[in-house]
Nanobody, 122 residues
């Protein structure tokens, strides 16, 4: 199983980015998806997640209304659309999947991507 995250970069405040997570080795439609982020010295925090059964979504308060999680099961790919980016969104972003359960903390996820750096700076 491999998860390949991409789409990060250096952008100015107010800009948008779309992160992608291409999954191989499993059928993404059977898994719940999570996006997490982490800065040096900080714990990994959940940003958004999408359930496998009915695509129910959950967002951290800090990104609600600005970020949107989605999936394309035909492409076995998950996305995180990030709008109105702020300097505090600067983190390494990770995608992850879990087969059982819905959302939850990072300890609940079985497979992880390698992370993609997002830097928001003027």
């Amino acid at each position: 199983v491999q998860l390949q995250a991409s789409g990060g970069g250096l952008v100015r405040p107010g800009s948008s980015l779309r992160l992608s997570c291409v999954v191989s080795g499993l059928q993404l439609e059977a898994y719940s998806i999570g996006w997490f982020r982490q800065a040096p010295g900080e714990d990994r925090e959940g940003v958004a997640c999408m359930g496998r059964v009915d695509d129910t979504t959950f967002y951290a308060n800090s990104v609600k209304g600005r970020f949107t999680i989605s999936r394309d099961n035909a492409k076995n790919t998950a996305y995180l659309q990030m709008n109105d980016l702020r300097p505090e969104d600067t983190h390494i972003y990770y995608c992850a999947v879990r087969y059982t359960g819905y959302c939850g903390g990072p300890e609940n996820y079985e497979y992880w991507g390698q992370g993609t750096q997002v830097t928001v700076s003027s």
